[in-house]
């Protein structure tokens, strides 16, 4: 079946600037993550969303990143007023029932973002 | 916190060879899981093998296979044989559902 996809995959914007990313999960995934992959470096966890919970948030670098989830299926990465920091790779990941460890996490394309 | 490192920013091995890739990691916690993933060029990240902690046999998945060693928080990856398809870079990866990654090692492999 198909994998988790994400929308746009490179995405150039100007300082200040507002931007979204998308992410639409494994169809039947239940749990959601966003991480962001700045140059040459590991993955930075972001988000996470589990089914009807509450989203565990602790990864957001600031209040100027949010993100939502509809319907239990796609998820939106908005961050707002881009700082040129924020230039890394998002990537999107789903795993099934409870997104505990023993689930698998598999992973989008991700999406580039530049700010410049 | 947890930390993750993966101390081989680079490696590179002649084709059908074994190449052996370290990370180390640290946490208070008794029960947990590691990954390994694969990035290749194309950005998609590729669960390569994971290993459950409280398993004392090591994980193996074809050619790939880990040596876990839980008292000193040792988790390498050992490629055997080899092929050019394995060039990528290879993130050591733990946790629970929120995933602590090192900064990866960049394989290359040689024809």
């Known amino acids: 079946g198909a994998g988790v996809s994400q929308s746009p995959s490179n995405k150039v914007t100007e300082k200040g600037k507002d931007v979204e990313l998308r992410c639409d999960p494994i169809?039947?995934?239940?749990?959601l993550y966003w991480y962001r992959q700045s140059l040459g470096q590991g993955l930075e966890f972001l988000i996470y969303?589990?089914?009807?919970?509450?989203?565990?948030k602790s990864g957001l670098p600031s209040d100027r990143f949010s993100a939502e989830r509809t319907g239990g299926s796609v998820s939106t990465l908005t961050i707002q007023r881009t700082q040129q920091e924020d230039s890394a790779v998002y990537l999107c990941?789903?795993?099934?029932?409870?997104?505990?460890?023993?689930?698998?996490?598999?992973f989008g394309p991700g999406t580039r973002l530049t700010v410049l | 916190a947890q930390t993750v490192t993966q101390s081989q920013p680079e490696m590179s091995v002649q084709e059908a060879e074994t190449v052996t890739l370290s990370c180390t990691y640290d946490?208070?916690?008794?029960?947990?899981?590691l990954f390994w993933y694969k990035q290749p060029p194309s950005r998609q990240m590729i669960l390569v093998i994971r290993?459950?902690?409280?398993?004392?046999q090591n994980a193996t998945e074809n050619r790939f296979s880990v040596n876990f060693q839980k008292a000193a928080k040792s988790f390498s990856l050992k490629i055997s044989d080899s092929q050019l398809g394995d060039t990528a870079m290879y993130f050591c990866?733990?946790?629970?559902?929120?995933?602590?990654f090192g900064a990866g090692t960049t394989v290359t492999v040689r024809a």
């Open positions: 990941a789903s795993s099934l029932v409870t997104g505990a460890s023993t689930d698998t996490q598999y």
């Open positions: 169809s039947g995934h239940t749990a």
């Open positions: 969303f589990q089914g009807n919970s509450a989203p565990d």
């Open positions: 946490t208070s916690e008794s029960n947990y899981y």
């Open positions: 290993q459950e902690a409280y398993k004392q």
């Open positions: 990866a733990f946790g629970d559902y929120k995933l602590s």
